[in-house]
């Protein structure tokens, strides 16, 4: 990295994160993840006082250990699984300034050497039961009620991410096609699909709730019109973080499973789907996955519950702790 010092790092991320919008058509949020996803190594190598140049297998190690135990300060370090994508970004960085010149050779391994396992966990998700709960718990006689109803009917219904709603549009929509256009993940656009209920709660929300967010907004100085669909209460597009906070104060309040963010009512959507017998290629398509390997998940997932249902109900499949110990007697 010619003439390049640890206080250099940062404007290499930023162009680093340039490069991935102009050349390889990422998204501005994703650059904004990887360049996020190296403030850690730029504050590690400050910290330490070390040239990127002089990046090998032991400042690695001592770098990953770093963001495993005390990356984060008092809270500790990072799980697995950040620590994990924070390498992949790491890797991918290096081969950038390996392509630009600033480097003659890419110091982190290829391969398994320093790949990080992380276990897979099967997705939460919620049951029918709960989710119907859940979609009618806002009250539709307020217009944060009448939104914040369409917001989960919306998750839901069509499986989308948490970005790609928080980043709709009104003109996304088309009601009487049950249709609404998303931009998911770097440069793809999909449409997706919405059941009978979220469209009758998103036209409410648009003929009632977002007008009167919209007047609430006009009322305040420097108010700027927006076609953002979902709005907060003072006019302007609701941001992620307040989208997760209510699914969380709804979940709370009909007494949910913990940890119901709005991934949980993607891959509820996912899962209910194949429950239904929806063929795996359609749900891919649905969920914008690029690769059928991905939603392959789900289908662990139903013969789990197939398995769970089976063994709980079937007649012949139950077993009473009498049963048990009669058939360790006669093992014996």
């Not at 006689?141 to 998750?155: H, K, M, N, V």
Request: proline residues 5%.
């Amino acid at each position: 990295m010619t003439q390049t010092q640890v206080n250099d790092l940062e404007p290499l991320v930023n162009s680093y994160a340039e490069a991935l919008r102009s050349q390889r058509g990422r998204t501005e949020r994703t650059a904004q993840i990887y360049a996020n996803d190296l403030q850690p190594f730029v504050r590690f190598m400050t910290h330490e006082g070390i040239d990127p140049r002089k990046l090998d297998r032991g400042v690695l190690r001592r770098y990953l250990a770093w963001l495993s135990t005390e990356a984060k300060g008092r809270s500790g370090g990072y799980a697995r699984v950040s620590v994990a994508r924070k390498l992949v970004v790491l890797r991918s960085f290096y081969r950038y300034l390996l392509q630009e010149g600033h480097i003659a050779s890419n110091p982190i391994p290829k391969g398994r050497s320093f790949n990080i396992k992380v276990e897979k966990r099967l997705p939460v998700f919620l049951g029918h039961e709960e989710v119907m709960r859940l979609v009618a718990a806002p009250d539709p006689a307020s217009a944060l009620g009448l939104r914040d109803q369409a917001i989960l009917e919306l998750f839901y219904s069509s499986g989308i991410r948490l970005a790609e709603l928080q980043e709709m549009d009104i003109d996304d929509l088309s009601l009487q096609s049950r249709e609404v256009r998303v931009r998911g993940k770097g440069a793809k656009d999909r449409v997706c699909l919405l059941g009978a209920p979220a469209v009758t709660c998103i036209s409410n929300y648009i003929a009632g709730g977002r007008p009167a967010l919209q007047h609430a907004g006009m009322e305040r100085a420097g108010y700027r019109p927006t076609g953002a669909l979902f709005l907060n209460r003072y006019g302007a597009r609701l941001s992620r973080r307040s989208i997760e906070k209510l699914v969380s104060k709804y979940a709370t309040s009909v007494d949910a499973r913990p940890g119901v963010h709005p991934h949980t009512l993607r891959h509820t959507f996912a899962t209910h789907l194949m429950e239904g017998g929806a063929d795996l290629r359609v749900v891919q398509d649905l969920l914008g996955h690029s690769s059928p390997a991905t939603t392959q998940v789900y289908t662990h997932v139903t013969r789990n519950e197939a398995r769970a249902e089976y063994f709980t109900t079937h007649p012949g499949a139950r077993m009473t702790a009498r049963d048990n110990e009669a058939s360790k007697d006669d093992d014996e």
